[in-house]
Each structure stands twice: as structure tokens, then as C-alpha cells.
């Protein structure tokens, strides 16, 4: 064989594996999915009960490789929506609370006492309010497509029990790094202070924070009892539910027929999830409670009471979240 000849052979060998490739990745794509808790939590078996969908029904044609623990934002889970945004995500299972620096009308659900109970969530996200929220979303570029639940936020501190606003006097109280809890602790009397899920973990830990709010799965999971978190209050401040969406441009990528699997499959996936969560609940109080946690339940005065003292955090903050959608939310919870 003359030298040109194998030289032509080996050219067209490199241009057919060329070829593969194309088509190997025209046909599976693979989009990446962030979420800021792992599978050991509801939210992260959200995220995966999602991938699972996708590959199942798309015969691997396309599938979502799950990034848990903020790692595609190095922690920082306020920054998950704008990298979402600039296509540096390419989809999400995210928290209201961390996107909200991004999308204001998410602060809804942060308002203190606004949404007592789980058939007002349905009602808000599943009517007109929900509606609107989503076309906040998009207007930012990013497509919404279902919603899951983190579930309601109670707190718990290291000090003792919380029945009266007055409990919370000078408590140092880590919060998510949005500014509406800033303002809502303060309002309560606590000295909050704002970081990321990675860096509660340490400071409950070492004790640089007396207390923190979480639902009770991540109470339960994360296991925040043994970093010395042993007074639990039930107050159902406020609801915490879960978006999954993708990036604009991603979205437009795809076919008609994979845009449809993939809002179904979320939809699925967020259903299953958010059934689970609530189901889960009283079992995890008493898991919780087994392990010597004092649980603090309200009356309907002490309620009140803590409704009264966060009233002005409504008033600065409905305007910002915008008053038709509030009135909408009201107007659907009162329905309920
Ligand atoms: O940081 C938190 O507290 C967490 C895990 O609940 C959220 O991401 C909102």
C-alpha cells in the first residue's frame, strides 16, 4: 500500500468517526439539572424521579444528569437562577426563596404568616397567582414547567422553646440569603444573619448561630438535632415550594415533541414529590421527637401574635412583590 493510500484511508476513518460522533450526540443530549439538597432529601428525589422520567420515556434519546448541593454555583444558591439564565445551568429544581434576588414576585411565598396551610399553597400555585408567577419567570428567560414543595419552614434554636415573639429577643438566627427574612427576623426581635445552606451546617455546628428554619425533612435529614438544635417550633410561617424549569435558549432547542416530554415528566415528577413531602410530615415530627427534640405548638393567640409583630414586613414587601398578584394569591387562599 502506497503511503498516500493509507494516508487516505486513515483521513476517511477520522472523518466516518467524526460522523458517529454527530450523530451520536444529535441523538442523546444531556441537560445538566441543579438542585441545592442531594437525594437523601424530597427535593433532591425530586430532581431524580425527574431524570428517571426523561430516560424512560425518551429511550435515552435525552437525560438530565443531576447536580446536587449548589455545586454549579460553588454553594452560592441565590446565583442558581441567573446561571440558569445565562445558560451556564441548564435546568433546575430550585427553592422561591433563592431565586427570588432574581424574580421579586417569589418573595409571595417568604411573606411572614401569609400561607397557613397546604390547601392555600394548591390554591395560589395552582390558580391565577401561580399563573403569574410563571410569566414572571419566563419574562427573565427561563421556562418554568411544574412545581414540587420543600415544604412549611419552622424554626428551631439552641436556647429554648419559641411560643412568644419575646423568645426570639437577640437570638442569632441563620437564614437563606434573601433579604424578606432579613427584615422578618428583624421584625421579630432576632439578630439574623444571612449564608448558604453549605455554611449553616458549620456555624450551627460550632455554635456561631443559636438557631435556623428549615421544614422538617431537612430538620430531619440533615439531622439537626445533633448539632445542638433541641427546641423545635411549629408555626408554619411560611411554604417553600419547589420550581422545576429550564434554561430559554435550551428550551428552544428542543423539539416540540421533547419540550412536551419534559414538561409532562416535571409535572410528574413534582406531583409525586410534593404528595410525598406532606405524607412524610408526621412521621418525621416523630422521628424528630424520639430523638429529644422539645416541640413547641401554638396556640391560636401565641399565632397571633407572631402574625402581628412581622405585619410590617407585609406592607414593605407586598408593593415590591406587586399588589395584583398578592390580591390574586389573597383572593385565592380565602376562596379555599
Ligand atoms: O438553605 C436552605 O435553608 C434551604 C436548603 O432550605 C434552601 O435552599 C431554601
Given at each position: 500500500?502506497?503511503?498516500?493510500?493509507?494516508?487516505?484511508?486513515?483521513?476517511?476513518?477520522?472523518?466516518g468517526a467524526a460522523l458517529l460522533c454527530t450523530a451520536l450526540s444529535a441523538q442523546a443530549r444531556e441537560l445538566s439539572v441543579s438542585t441545592?439538597?442531594?437525594?437523601?432529601?424530597?427535593?433532591?428525589?425530586?430532581?431524580?424521579?425527574?431524570?428517571?422520567?426523561?430516560?424512560?420515556?425518551?429511550?435515552?434519546?435525552?437525560?438530565?444528569?443531576?447536580?446536587?448541593?449548589?455545586?454549579?454555583?460553588?454553594?452560592?444558591?441565590?446565583?442558581?437562577?441567573?446561571?440558569?439564565?445565562?445558560?451556564?445551568?441548564?435546568?433546575?429544581?430550585?427553592?422561591?426563596?433563592?431565586?427570588?434576588?432574581?424574580?421579586?414576585?417569589?418573595?409571595?411565598?417568604?411573606?411572614?404568616?401569609?400561607?397557613?396551610?397546604?390547601?392555600?399553597?394548591?390554591?395560589?400555585?395552582?390558580?391565577?397567582?401561580?399563573?403569574?408567577?410563571?410569566?414572571?419567570?419566563?419574562?427573565?428567560?427561563?421556562?418554568?414547567?411544574?412545581?414540587?414543595?420543600?415544604?412549611?419552614?419552622?424554626?428551631?434554636?439552641?436556647?429554648?422553646?419559641?411560643?412568644?415573639?419575646?423568645?426570639?429577643?437577640?437570638?442569632?438566627?441563620?437564614?437563606?440569603?434573601?433579604?424578606?427574612?432579613?427584615?422578618?427576623?428583624?421584625?421579630?426581635?432576632?439578630?439574623?444573619?444571612?449564608?448558604?445552606?453549605?455554611?449553616?451546617?458549620?456555624?450551627?455546628?460550632?455554635?456561631?448561630?443559636?438557631?435556623?428554619?428549615?421544614?422538617?425533612?431537612?430538620?430531619?435529614?440533615?439531622?439537626?438535632?445533633?448539632?445542638?438544635?433541641?427546641?423545635?417550633?411549629?408555626?408554619?410561617?411560611?411554604?417553600?415550594?419547589?420550581?422545576?424549569?429550564?434554561?430559554?435558549?435550551?428550551?428552544?432547542?428542543?423539539?416540540?415533541?421533547?419540550?412536551?416530554?419534559?414538561?409532562?415528566?416535571?409535572?410528574?415528577?413534582?406531583?409525586?414529590?410534593?404528595?410525598?413531602?406532606?405524607?412524610?410530615?408526621?412521621?418525621?415530627?416523630?422521628?424528630?421527637?424520639?430523638?429529644?427534640?422539645?416541640?413547641?405548638?401554638?396556640?391560636?393567640?401565641?399565632?397571633?401574635?407572631?402574625?402581628?409583630?412581622?405585619?410590617?414586613?407585609?406592607?414593605?414587601?407586598?408593593?415590591?412583590?406587586?399588589?395584583?398578584?398578592?390580591?390574586?394569591?389573597?383572593?385565592?387562599?380565602?376562596?379555599?
Amino acid at each position: 500500500m502506497t503511503l498516500t493510500r493509507s494516508m487516505a484511508r486513515f483521513t476517511a476513518g477520522l472523518a466516518g468517526a467524526a460522523l458517529l460522533c454527530t450523530a451520536l450526540s444529535a441523538q442523546a443530549r444531556e441537560l445538566s439539572v441543579s438542585t441545592v439538597l442531594s437525594d437523601a432529601f424530597p427535593w433532591g428525589q425530586a430532581a431524580e424521579k425527574w431524570a428517571e422520567l426523561v430516560e424512560e420515556r425518551s429511550g435515552g434519546e435525552l437525560t438530565l444528569r443531576v447536580y446536587p448541593n449548589s455545586q454549579l454555583v460553588s454553594g452560592d444558591q441565590t446565583r442558581e437562577f441567573s446561571a440558569m439564565r445565562s445558560g451556564l445551568i441548564d435546568a433546575a429544581v430550585g427553592s422561591t426563596i433563592n431565586w427570588s434576588p432574581q424574580v421579586p414576585e417569589l418573595n409571595l411565598f417568604s411573606l411572614p404568616f401569609f400561607i397557613p396551610d397546604e390547601a392555600a399553597v394548591d390554591a395560589v400555585t395552582g390558580g391565577e397567582a401561580g399563573g403569574m408567577i410563571f410569566e414572571a419567570i419566563e419574562s427573565r428567560g427561563v421556562i418554568p414547567l411544574a412545581w414540587g414543595e420543600n415544604g412549611f419552614r419552622q424554626v428551631s434554636n439552641s436556647r429554648g422553646p419559641i411560643s412568644e415573639p419575646g423568645d426570639l429577643d437577640g437570638l442569632k438566627i441563620r437564614v437563606v440569603g434573601s433579604p424578606l427574612f432579613q427584615d422578618t427576623f428583624s421584625a421579630l426581635g432576632a439578630d439574623p444573619t444571612q449564608m448558604s445552606w453549605t455554611d449553616a451546617q458549620p456555624a450551627l455546628t460550632t455554635g456561631a448561630v443559636d438557631g435556623q428554619e428549615n421544614p422538617l425533612s431537612v430538620f430531619d435529614v440533615a439531622r439537626i438535632d445533633q448539632v445542638g438544635q433541641e427546641y423545635l417550633t411549629l408555626w408554619n410561617y411560611m411554604n417553600d415550594p419547589l420550581i422545576f424549569a429550564v434554561n430559554q435558549q435550551v428550551w428552544r432547542s428542543l423539539s416540540e415533541e421533547q419540550q412536551t416530554l419534559l414538561r409532562e415528566t416535571a409535572q410528574e415528577a413534582g406531583e409525586w414529590e410534593i404528595a410525598m413531602t406532606r405524607e412524610e410530615e408526621s412521621e418525621r415530627l416523630a422521628a424528630i421527637q424520639e430523638r429529644g427534640v422539645t416541640v413547641t405548638e401554638l396556640t391560636d393567640e401565641q399565632y397571633q401574635a407572631f402574625v402581628d409583630a412581622t405585619q410590617s414586613v407585609y406592607e414593605k414587601w407586598a408593593p415590591r412583590i406587586g399588589e395584583a398578584l398578592v390580591d390574586a394569591a389573597q383572593t385565592a387562599i380565602d376562596a379555599r
